[in-house]
Structures are given as structure tokens and as C-alpha cells.
């Protein structure tokens, strides 16, 4: 019997730190701790480009190229734009549109990627407006198309290269 107690004196435990459990239950918080950090750094970093200090003139802004988007819709302006590799056509609703300045500029718009983005001036040919422009991608394309007073404006989609020419009308507001 003395032989038994011993064994079991003698049978040494280890020492915590040499322990898997500890470290284990450890782990966690450790874990939620180094991605508190890179969170933080990630908010000290980054610039968040959605809040704005002055709200106030960002809203009357909006309210400014909504009345311009209303402008185009009483001038009766219907344009037809179209593109290829290397230029953009566009032409007015010829019954409706009561203003055909000489020069417009059109801003094509990639949704996702802002160095693709192309601010063109076309030139009125013929009755119609012509300009070249920079090989784009396939996809999805912003059309914003103004005077150069910017007075009035029309905005529109474009699938490449799916769609030879599109219709752009002007903004209608819903009626409440």
C-alpha cells in the first residue's frame, strides 16, 4: 500500500503555463482583442466619405441639380445616345426639343470604378452631337448629359455593349 501512495506523490503535476488548457480558453479574448486593435486603426486610417460637416449645403445642392433635372423636362429635351469603340453620337427628340445649344458635355460614369469616369464636349454635326472618346469596358455606364451654362441636365444608364442607343428622358417627380 505504501508502494501506491508513493507513485502518486512522486507524479508530478505541471506548471499552468505548460498546460494546452489555459491557453486555449485564453485564445478567445486574445483574438478579440488584436481585432479591436486593427478595427480601430482601420477607423483612425480611412477617410469615411459619407459624412458630411455641412449638410445643410449639401441639401440645397441636391435641390439645385433637381431643379435642373426639371429644367430639361420643360424644355421638352429627349435624347438618343449611342456609342461605339471610340465615339459617342447623341441626338435630341426632334418634336420636343425646344433648346439645341452647340456644345453639350456628357460625363460617362463607371458605377464602381472612378478612373474610368470620362467628362466629354461634344459638338453639334448635322443635327446631331459627336465626340471621341476613350475605349471603355463593358458594363454598366452613368450617362449625365448638360449645357455648358449647366442650366439643364439629364441623367441615364448605358449597358455596353449590349445597347447601340438609349433613350434618356428627364426626371419626373412622383406626384404625392
Given at each position: 500500500m505504501e508502494a501506491r501512495i508513493s507513485s502518486r506523490n512522486s507524479s508530478q503535476t505541471l506548471p499552468w503555463y505548460r498546460q494546452k488548457w489555459p491557453w486555449?480558453?485564453?485564445?478567445?479574448?486574445?483574438?478579440?482583442?488584436?481585432?479591436?486593435?486593427?478595427?480601430?486603426w482601420i477607423a483612425i486610417a480611412t477617410w469615411d466619405g459619407l459624412v458630411t460637416d455641412d449638410y445643410y449645403k449639401e441639401g440645397l445642392a441636391i435641390r439645385q441639380t433637381l431643379d435642373r433635372s426639371l429644367k430639361?423636362?420643360?424644355?421638352g429635351l429627349v435624347a438618343y445616345v449611342g456609342m461605339d469603340a471610340e465615339r459617342l453620337w447623341l441626338r435630341f427628340d426632334e418634336?420636343?426639343?425646344?433648346?439645341?445649344?452647340?456644345?453639350?458635355?456628357?460625363?460617362?460614369t463607371h458605377p464602381t470604378r472612378?478612373?474610368?469616369d470620362q467628362v466629354v464636349r461634344l459638338v453639334r454635326d448635322q443635327g446631331r452631337y459627336v465626340a471621341p472618346i476613350q475605349p471603355i469596358n463593358a458594363g454598366r455606364?452613368?450617362?449625365q448629359i448638360e449645357d455648358e451654362s449647366r442650366?439643364?441636365?439629364?441623367n441615364g444608364t448605358v449597358y455596353v455593349p449590349t445597347e447601340s442607343e438609349v433613350r434618356i428622358e428627364p426626371f419626373v417627380p412622383a406626384a404625392d
Open positions: 486555449l480558453l485564453m485564445l478567445p479574448p486574445a483574438v478579440a482583442v488584436v481585432a479591436g486593435f486593427a478595427t480601430l430639361a423636362g420643360e424644355l418634336e420636343r426639343a425646344k433648346a439645341r445649344p452647340p456644345f453639350l458635355v456628357v460625363t460617362l472612378s478612373g474610368m455606364w452613368l450617362v442650366e439643364w441636365r439629364l
